[in-house]
């Protein structure tokens, strides 16, 4: 879906199309879930922007939430030293600096550089995404020289690594340790 924000006074107003998979909430909050490990909130109401992780907390997460408010830190849409954990497990949040211009524009401009990181981020994590359908794909349909069609393994009585007889258990081998 794509959004159209109007950026300026009235007299020389900008507009920017962004295409992003955005949806408006009840409340007028706008949640972005382009980004493949974190979905985004920007609440205009409460002035906040908050990274939530999609599914699990991992490096990734972190790492991603990190490099949003990072971004969003240098460009002076947030206010640095209100950084910090969200109420939700795993979330980061984040104050919008206040505009005496127009009310409004603090969330429009992080919409505008949220789209801008968006971009950036969308290579990596499309590539991570084909690896992982390109390693589904290889296990779920394996080339002729990775394996086999039954019948074709032929039998002997010594298979594999494991010798037959041989106990494998930690106390076999005690008097090898004894001094």
Same mark, same amino acid.
């Given at each position: ?59 990734? *997460?972190?790492?991603?939430? /990190?490099? +949003?408010?990072?971004?969003? !830190? ?6 640095? %030293?209100?950084? $910090? ?46 690896? *992982?359908?390109?390693?589904? /794909?290889? +296990?779920?349909?394996?080339? !002729? ?6 019948? %074709?393994?032929? $039998? ?24």
């Amino acid at each position: 879906m794509s959004i159209t924000i109007k950026i300026g006074p009235k007299t020389k107003t900008q507009e920017v199309v962004l295409e992003l998979d955005i949806r408006k909430s009840l409340n007028g909050d706008f949640m972005i879930f382009d980004h493949g490990d974190i979905d985004i909130v920007v609440s205009p109401q409460k002035n906040k922007v908050i990274a939530f992780p999609k599914i699990t907390l991992n490096d990734l *997460v972190y790492g991603a939430q /990190n490099r +949003l408010f990072e971004r969003l !830190k240098i460009k002076g849409i947030v206010i640095p %030293e209100s950084i $910090q954990g969200g109420s939700f497990f795993g979330a980061f949040e984040a104050t919008l600096e206040n505009s005496p211009d127009e009310a409004s524009l603090p969330s429009k401009m992080a919409l505008l550089n949220i789209s801008k990181f968006i971009d950036e981020e969308r290579p990596y994590f499309e590539s991570l995404e084909a690896i *992982v359908a390109m390693d589904d /794909n290889n +296990l779920a349909n394996p080339d !002729k020289t990775d394996s086999t069609e039954l019948g %074709e393994v032929p $039998q002997s009585t010594k298979k594999g690594s494991i010798q037959p007889g041989y106990i494998r258990d930690p106390y076999s081998f005690n008097y090898m340790y004894t001094i």
